[in-house]
């Protein structure tokens, strides 16, 4: 098989259990449903503290949602005593890697396009003219996202406690997304310079080509040990 080819069928393949079981979307929208609301409710009454707060909110919600569905790339496979079934393909793991990455990368984008109305509707979230950008964001911080939340599943998948490290080796890394995420949409909303938002894209794009190059060679190694 082509490269492009195993990448394809090994997303597709997820996105298709995804969709016949949904088990695993359905908890990761409603807990970050719920992640909205606690936020929203800490933060208080006040309508201009919510609309401030709200870049920070829906990037708090994809984070962490983001470990949940991390969990679930290489955790179909593991329950299933499929893992070494799937590592003996005849492939490049590499392009096992960026198959496992392209589905939970559109699981992200599913989650982020349902997220980020519901936080416009409930805190207000207005991109108005400059929704392209904000759609670049989201695009490019999910990545970063995906890309992170992938490698390390694929670390923890034969420990014990997998479902603990994974959240420890997970956050302290994607801090400059989460970071430059909550910043371009923050300037987004609130009319900033264009010229901030492209340095802090910028950012986004240098850290996924970085973290995609650096992931994709290290995976084989990383999955063998």
């Known amino acids: ?9 090994v997303a597709l393949k997820d996105w298709r259990l995804e969709w016949r079981s949904r088990d695993s979307l359905t908890a990761t929208v409603f807990f970050a449903g719920l992640v909205l609301l606690i936020l929203g409710f800490a933060l208080g009454p006040s309508r201009q503290r919510l609309q401030q707060a709200a ?4 990037w708090t919600a994809l984070a962490f949602s983001s470990v949940l569905a991390a969990q679930r790339s290489f955790g179909s496979e593991q329950e299933a005593g499929a ?3 799937l590592t003996l393909y005849p492939v490049a793991h590499e392009w096992i890697y960026l ?8 699981q992200l984008l599913v989650l982020g396009a349902l ?5 416009d509707l409930l805190f207000g979230l207005p991109a108005g003219p400059r929704w392209p950008e904000l759609l670049l964001t989201l695009l490019l911080g999910l990545l970063g996202l995906s890309v992170i939340g992938c490698f390390y599943a694929a670390v923890t998948t034969q420990l014990r406690a997998r479902e603990a490290l994974l959240p420890v080796l997970i956050f302290p890394v994607v801090v400059p997304v989460i970071l430059a995420s909550v910043k371009a949409t923050s300037l987004l909303t609130t009319g900033g310079l264009g010229s901030e938002v ?16 650096c992931a994709t060679l290290i995976f084989p190694y ?3 040990g």
């Not at 198959?99 to 559109?106: D, E």
């Open 198 to 213: 492209r340095s802090w894209l910028g950012l986004l794009v240098v850290f996924d080509l970085i973290y995609l190059v």
């Open 83 to 85: 893992l070494e079934a």
């Open 115 to 119: 997220l980020t109305p519901l936080c």
């Open 1 to 9: 098989m082509s490269p492009w080819n195993t990448i394809w069928t």
């Open 222 to 224: 990383a999955l063998e």
């Open 99 to 106: 198959g496992k990455l392209l589905g939970n990368y559109g």
């Open 55 to 58: 870049p920070g909110i829906l």
